[in-house]
């Protein structure tokens, strides 16, 4: 089985602008939940989807939303950047039908960098 | 919201150690996940725990729901051990992951 995807890699951004990153979860995986992780703050959830609906979100502004589609895939976005978003944005697939006690399994990450 | 405490923050130990990190949490949880991460930033689910004890090789993680505390021990560690062990906590309701900081452990041959 193909592993969790993400795409892009890497990605430079300037302050206000705003960004996509898309997840493809392991098939068959219904659920993906998205992390940010910067030096200082660590791993920080940011929303969790299962089947389409979003069923958790992380204590983050409202610039960074989420959604999934019929496939699974998932894309976040975030919208007016600023350089504090600058991090490692991770996500993780799971089969997740009840709670977090599921194995997650993470994805690479994408690395935004925002100057 | 769950405080997640990881200690010791950095370790280095010498290959054929043994070695132990550990992770404590404030409220009750419905699972506590061992998570590793390499330079490169890959992570790996290591371990997931609702009770007791998982062996998996070398790596043995345990759980004290009543103490509220989980360790991750590493027999025979080997330089290719070296990587951020991360625990993380999935709360009774709803479906988030708190997480601790992070231990980077070093092994040197």
């Known amino acids: 089985k193909a592993g969790v995807t993400q795409t892009p890699r890497y990605l430079i951004k300037t302050r206000g602008q705003q960004v996509t990153l898309s997840c493809s979860p392991i098939s068959g995986h219904r659920s993906v939940s998205w992390y940010q992780q910067t030096p200082g703050q660590g791993l920080q959830f940011l929303f969790e989807y299962f089947s389409e609906t979003q069923r958790n979100k992380g204590n983050f502004p409202g610039r960074f939303s989420g959604r999934q589609f019929s496939n699974s895939r998932s894309e976040m976005n975030v919208s007016t950047l600023e350089l504090g978003d600058s991090a490692l944005y991770l996500c993780?697939?799971?089969?997740?039908?009840?709670?977090?006690?599921?194995?997650?399994?993470f994805g690479p990450g994408t690395r935004l960098t925002v100057l | 919201k769950n405080e997640v405490e990881q200690s010791p923050q950095n370790l280095t130990a010498q290959e054929g150690e043994f070695i132990t990190i550990n992770c404590s949490y404030s409220v009750g949880i419905s699972a506590l996940h061992w998570l590793q991460q390499h330079p490169g930033g890959g992570i790996v689910s290591l371990f997931m725990l609702s009770s007791g004890k998982k062996k998996h090789g070398r790596l043995i993680a345990t759980i004290n729901i009543q103490e509220k505390h989980s360790s991750l021990h590493i027999t025979a560690s080997h330089p290719r051990d070296s990587a951020v062990y991360i625990c993380?906590?999935?709360?009774?309701?709803?479906?988030?992951?708190?997480f601790g900081k992070g231990t980077s452990l070093l092994v040197t041959p």
């Open positions: 993380a906590v999935g709360s009774n309701s709803g479906y988030a992951l708190n």
């Open positions: 993780a697939s799971s089969l997740a039908t009840s709670g977090n006690t599921d194995t997650q399994y």
